[in-house]
């Protein structure tokens, strides 16, 4: 029996391998014992029986001379006696006293051969067996039966496999239509299964229908929520935000001011700056990849420029933090750039806010970024905890941020699928990589 596996699921697959192995393993196995059995006729009954007919000829030969040796269509004996005009085939004359297959007159046949002492006088008894006799006697009492075993296993194990597949075809059609399905191209909601419920209560697939619609309904009323959240929040944190960045604009344009005042409102611009890029960060993250407008090809090296231009101005006006940028060569990344100015804007200002006085190191080269930071305030940090959310180092104090910068650069390069590490280095202190 052939089993086709073409087109089907896994657990069709395999149920059909399990049932051609077994039916291998039966197969194999009933053969062998064919093939044994037809070695016990020919070698155990066979000479039993011809045995028992020799037997039976010496008994008679003795109290009649006369007697005829056995000549039927399967068997036949011959007689030959020493120093009488009696003799066997020159064929069979060679062959040693026993039991065993000999080629008679080009034909494979089964000799007894029975020397016995007989009035003084060396007789020998030939039995021959008809070879094709014993195969007719294999084939009927061991091919026929085994081919009608065989026929009868192959077709229980069909009937055993279609109900077999019948049964677990709900799940085999549950996991073709959870396959086919594309998030990114249909809603959750999208993912009707009520039909492929059964009739049978309990049924199985019918709790891991009910489970996955109850899963599902959870999931799109989640995403739901989300979605408003993050609607809400561009609109509640943006418009407040607008405002303070909006009236200390109007402010800094006062020159009355003294200079306590102008610090103060620069600091409150910078906050307002960083506040922004936050909320755009936590935004994008939001909205997730299947949603990010304006993806475009964005060169790093003129992110970086102006980030480091606007970093001075807000973070490095008294010139604490020597800034050394190493533009080998131009990267290039297809992404937004909202996206990479956040990505990029956090580690260089997680550099600064983190160095009271030293050096910060940018390098761009085949394909990635490094940003290095070295001076006062630059100690060795935790690198298993470097990108966990609202997690300072021990350089932090007196500096700004919120513990969420290095947290929203891993997100955000996994979003993309670039690489991310840091760690702290004797020679060039902490340095973050970025490989786009």
């Known amino acids: 029996m052939l089993i086709s596996t073409s087109n089907t699921s896994g657990i069709t697959r395999r149920l059909a391998k399990v049932i051609f192995l077994q039916l291998l393993f039966i197969s194999v196995i009933t053969a062998l014992g064919v093939i044994v059995a037809a070695k016990v006729v020919e070698g155990v009954m066979m000479r039993a029986a011809l045995e028992g007919e020799a037997k039976h000829f010496w008994e008679s030969y003795k109290t009649n001379p006369d007697h005829a040796l056995p000549n039927t269509d399967n068997l036949i004996g011959y007689l030959e006696i020493e120093g009488s005009n009696q003799y066997a085939p020159e064929s069979l004359q060679a062959i040693k006293p026993g039991y065993g297959r000999v080629k008679v007159q080009d034909q494979e046949q089964l000799v007894l051969v029975d020397r016995r002492i007989h009035r003084g006088q060396t007789a020998t008894l030939y039995l021959v067996f008809d070879e094709e006799s014993v195969a007719a006697l294999s084939f009927y009492f061991g091919v026929v039966p085994l081919s009608l075993v065989l026929i009868v296993i192959y077709l229980t194990a069909y009937v055993?496999?279609?109900?077999?597949?019948?049964?677990?075809?709900p799940l085999v059609a549950l996991a073709n239509r959870l396959r086919e399905f594309n998030p990114s191209r249909s809603q959750l909601a999208d993912l009707e299964l009520s039909n492929l419920k059964t009739t049978h209560v309990g049924d199985e697939i019918n709790v891991l229908v009910d489970s996955l619609n109850s899963f599902t309904a959870e999931i799109n009323e989640f995403i739901d929520r989300e979605r408003r959240f993050t609607r809400d929040a561009s609109h509640e944190l943006r418009t407040p935000l607008a405002v303070i960045q909006g009236s200390a604009e109007f402010l800094s344009d006062n020159t009355d001011l003294e200079p306590n005042q102008k610090k103060s409102l620069a600091r409150i611009l910078r906050t307002v700056k960083d506040m922004n890029e936050l909320v755009t960060a936590l935004l994008i993250l939001a909205r997730g990849s299947k949603e990010l407008p304006g993806i475009t090809e964005?060169?790093?090296?003129?992110?970086?420029?102006?980030q480091l231009e606007q970093l001075a101005l807000t973070h490095n006006q008294d010139r604490h933090v020597s800034i050394n940028l190493k533009d080998h060569k131009q990267v290039t990344v297809t992404a937004t750039r909202q996206f990479a100015e956040a990505v990029i804007g956090n580690l260089l200002r997680n550099a600064f806010n983190y160095t009271r006085k030293g050096e910060v190191t940018v390098v761009l080269d085949d394909n990635f970024l490094e940003v290095c930071n070295r001076g006062e305030g630059v100690l060795p940090a935790d690198s298993e905890k470097l990108f966990e959310p609202f997690v300072r180092g021990q350089g932090s104090i007196g500096s700004s941020g919120y513990g969420v910068g290095l947290d929203l650069v891993k997100r955000l390069c996994e979003l993309f699928g670039w690489q991310v590490e840091g760690e702290y280095s004797m020679?060039?202190?902490?340095?973050?990589?970025?490989?786009?």
């Open 160 to 169: 055993g496999f279609r109900q077999s597949r019948k049964a677990v075809s």
């Open 298 to 306: 964005v060169s790093i090296n003129e992110v970086v420029e102006n």
């Open 427 to 436: 020679d060039r202190g902490m340095v973050f990589r970025v490989d786009f």
